[in-house]
């Protein structure tokens, strides 16, 4: 799951093969960009912004890039095979002379004036995973909403950027708080977010996203991806629910257990009214 980790790995990768070189070529097999022609274009840098990836050119444009749920950004050598996925899948290609670039299932992929990159991304919040990562901007933002439920406040990319479902789960699980818990509710706001993040900087420098220690499958998350099994601490089955507003609901696994304190006292009676959790839907 492409989270800021896997952005920042990309944009590392992208980084050491394209910064300071020409493209060659290009291709954006969008409709809007498919006259866009980069050939010859020199490329600064790329850098992530939140989940967002920036690559800055010489000409003093910045293609934006994002992977959503199933993006990704394969590099190859001239004349290799692309195996990252079905040809209809590519969307953009930047080659030099000495990489090829291809951009598979990439969305929201737009170019402006690097002067203007804010319009695409200044809306955004302190980056977990920035060099100018600032948590008490972050907890500023987390609490202009005290009714919000955290484990919708903490994935809004407007009070914090970089986070994405997997470590919104597991550092819930970790300091004990439940996804429906009132951000006011929530005992060391500083304490959760240090955790996500934490556990971002551990992963982000290999493509495994692991918050236990452990990298072998089925071994590698405390509750994302476990619904029914044993809690790793307790034993009490997780539980898999969607939680967020319509149209952008998440699944959010927890342990009724181990994530009691400051549940909801009954989430499938609190519902519809503003301010109010929403109706919890389990999958059973
Ligand atoms: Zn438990």
Redesign the pocket.
Known sequence: MPEGDTVWLAAQRMNTALAGTTLRRSEFRLPQLAALDLSGTTVREVVPRGKHLLIRLGDGRTLRTHFRMDGSWHIYRPGAKWRGSPAYDIRVVLATDEWECVGYRLHDVDIVPTADEDRLVGHLGPDVLGPDWDLEEALRRLRERPDEQIGVAILDQRNLAGIGNLYKVESLFLVGVHPWARVADVPDLAALVERARTLMLANRHHPEQSTTGVTRRGQDHWVAGRKGRP?R????PILLGEQGPPTQERVTWW?P??QAAHSPVDPQARTGEPGRPQPVTLYR
């Open positions: 809690c601490r307790c034993g009490t342990c257990k181990c």
